[in-house]
């Protein structure tokens, strides 16, 4: 899967999710957001220009959200988002509206629809997350121009070769065929256990 399937998959796998901006006291809130539509390279979703959620997005220009998918825990598949959002204004909500009938029944008059403004997240970064796999999947992705930074633990050169990682680590994620050893990001927990277990402080966390 590229940028574009993660994004789609939000969308139209998903489609509400839980987004997270910053109030005047610098406090988070949370708040329930249908992605309405992506292009491959960004999400739109839209919000009346009343709401406190709207002030928020004007005021920061920031948005942080998760989509969870799965009856339980270890069935699910979360993919969180954090990036740039720059409003667009009513030109799009036709198309959206045509895209998503039931927000007809939210705002039925094209009075109403005129409440409405759409955001567009253009920049940020990703990461999708797989529970419902063994080994667990964690892939990271970035979109709209925004630059990859590496995140999570890493073994360096001060490696021995000694195992105490490899030990402790939950998902066996560790490969252990030459020195230093390499931990598999792509099934990484991030759970820190063998940042802490290292006795040469080989492992350092980014």
Not at 108 to 118: D, I, K, Y
Not at 185 to 203: D, I, K, S, W
Request: glycine residues 8%.
């Amino acid at each position: 899967m590229n940028t574009s399937d993660y994004l789609n998959y939000i969308v139209n796998k998903i489609h509400t999710t839980v987004v997270a901006t910053v109030d005047d006291e610098g406090l988070p809130v949370t708040a329930a957001i249908d992605m309405l539509d992506s292009d491959g390279d960004s999400l739109f979703f839209l919000t009346a220009k009343g709401k406190g959620f709207y002030d928020r997005l004007t005021k920061r220009g920031f948005i942080a959200l998760t989509a969870v998918k799965g009856q339980y825990t270890m069935s699910s598949i979360a993919i969180s988002v954090r990036g740039k959002v720059r409003e667009l204004g009513f030109n799009k909500i036709p198309e959206l509206f045509e895209m998503n009938p039931y927000m007809r029944e939210i705002y039925p008059t094209e009075e109403s629809m005129h409440a409405l403004t759409v955001f567009q997240i253009y920049e940020g970064s990703g990461e999708w997350f797989d529970l419902s796999k063994k080994p667990i999947e964690r892939v990271s992705f970035t979109f709209g121009g925004s630059e990859t930074k590496e995140n999570g633990y890493f073994i360096t050169d001060s490696c021995v070769g000694c195992g105490s990682c490899a030990e402790v680590c939950p998902q066996n994620c560790i490969n252990t065929d030459n020195v230093p050893f390499v931990i598999e990001q792509e099934h990484c927990l991030h759970c820190g256990n063998c940042f802490e277990a290292c006795p040469t402080g080989a492992v350092e966390k980014r």
